[in-house]
């Protein structure tokens, strides 16, 4: 970390998980230079689902809820950031406190619940910056209490598909009673024939994702590898946080309940990112989510079978000039290795991943 970040770190430790959090956005909003200026590198150029990505690393869905701040991130040196997750109605989610930092192992649960101002805010905001270029991705939800969690993604599509570069379908938050449901057969496959419908109809048709839990088994994977491919999905990001507890080192706050994040995700995550390209095969995309912390973390998602990755917690511990490193470490990376292009490494390391056990 440069002496700014472990400065800015210290002040926002200072404060409780998500007032942190808010200072953040609103350091990005108000144009303060957090982070040095990212690299470009061609070799790093990632072209999937008609977008070409400056580079593949992203911002993953969670940090700007509210679609504030996705230029001042790409400003950082993301390839592209993902907004959301944004549900129709605004809902205040889940009651404070409900993030905790589990410092000793460089993770985060938290239980918000998606908490968001709601589609029309959220539209607001990417209305305006329409035209301006860069690659910003929307999140879709459901709110807690609909009475049609599917008729809510429906309308997270036909809202959204003409700002987003692409729409994640998001139904694998733990914070959420039920949502997770979603992920079984049956109703995944009614999701998602009503999805694509929905961007059939729409003013504009990006590319869709599907984002998933870590928490599954090989069976479900090939039940949802299945649906994907039947319903012409576009691709899946691997992973949301996980429910499961792995062995921690931060006390009573790891037994707190939600969604794990961090570091401690980054090895189960990778093997289900695996499995999935074994069950997807080489042409649809999937984007690697999950312990991202470094260079080599983000090189091995991409070598397990990932064309893009995405961090989120790793930056709260790293702090902002994060992407610039990783991006720094990768093209070091590709010209020690004597590669064209980043999209080379791709499975080099798929049959290690994917015959590891969940």
Known sequence: MSVLDRLGQKLLFAFDPETAHGLSIAALRCGVPVGAPAIRDHRLTVSIC????????GMAAGYDKNAEVPDALLGLGFGFAEVGTITPLAQAGNPKPRIFRLTADDAVINRLGFNNEGHAAAEKRLAARKGRGGIVGVNIGANK???????DYERGVARFAQYASYLTVNISSPNTPGLRNMQAREQLGELLSRVMAARAAATAQPPVFLKIAPDLVEAELEDIAAEVTEK???????????????????????????????KPLFERSTIVLA?????LGPELAIVGVGGVDSADTALDKIRAGADLVQLYTGMIYAGPSLPGRILSG??????????????????????FWASRQL
């Open 50 to 57: 008609g977008l070409d990505f400056p580079n593949p690393l």
């Open 330 to 351: 990768m093209a070091r990376f590709v010209e020690k290795e004597r590669l064209k292009s980043i999209c080379e490494l791709r499975d080099s390391r798929l049959d």
């Open 145 to 151: 209490d609909s009475s049609d969690r599917i008729g």
């Open 275 to 279: 499995k999935m390209r074994k069950l």
């Open 232 to 262: 012409r999905v576009d691709g899946v990001i691997v992973s949301n946080t996980t429910i499961s507890r792995p062995p921690l080192r931060s006390g009573d706050t790891a037994r707190e309940s939600g969604g794990l994040s961090g």
